[in-house]
């Protein structure tokens, strides 16, 4: 499968696996409300996409922050995500990469599920990231 990398030039860190099963497509404010990285060319090609994880061990490698002022982690509440089946509670924290700690390349979500459900997912940035082919 091709890896999705760390955008910056002097890391490279392997952060994921692609997989297409995981892939969600979400509204495009969704960078300036949870204020995420992004790298213009995978902008580009891959905006408003994203990978879910329901587990940060799915992963290959990636960090996570301390939890975000109030503030932030309200400012998303009640977004939306994948044609509804998914609305988001708030923003807890953010995936950053597990080598050089820069990001955010994406975020851990407390979300309500279409049929009324809460859980906790990890929503990795496409556009964030650098997809290697
Ligand atoms: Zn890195």
């Known amino acids: 499968m091709p890896q999705l990398r760390c955008p910056f030039e002097d890391c490279r860190c392997v952060v994921a696996s692609m997989d297409e099963k995981r892939k969600i497509q979400v509204p495009e404010q969704v960078y300036t409300k949870m204020k995420l990285l992004q790298n213009s060319r995978e902008r580009t090609l ?3 996409q994203f990978l879910v994880f329901d587990d940060v061990w799915d992963f290959d490698n990636i960090g996570v922050s301390r939890s975000l002022p109030v503030e932030l982690r309200n400012a998303t509440s009640g977004f939306a995500l994948d044609d509804d089946s998914l609305t988001v509670n708030e923003v807890s924290k953010y995936l950053i990469c597990a080598d050089c700690d820069r ?31």
């Not at 990890?122 to 997809?131: D, F, I, P, R, Y």
């Open 46 to 48: 891959r905006g408003g």
């Open 103 to 133: 990001g955010p390349l994406g975020a851990v979500c407390e979300v309500k599920t279409a049929d009324g459900g809460v859980k906790v997912v990890h929503l990795l940035s496409l556009a964030s990231v650098e997809l290697e082919q």
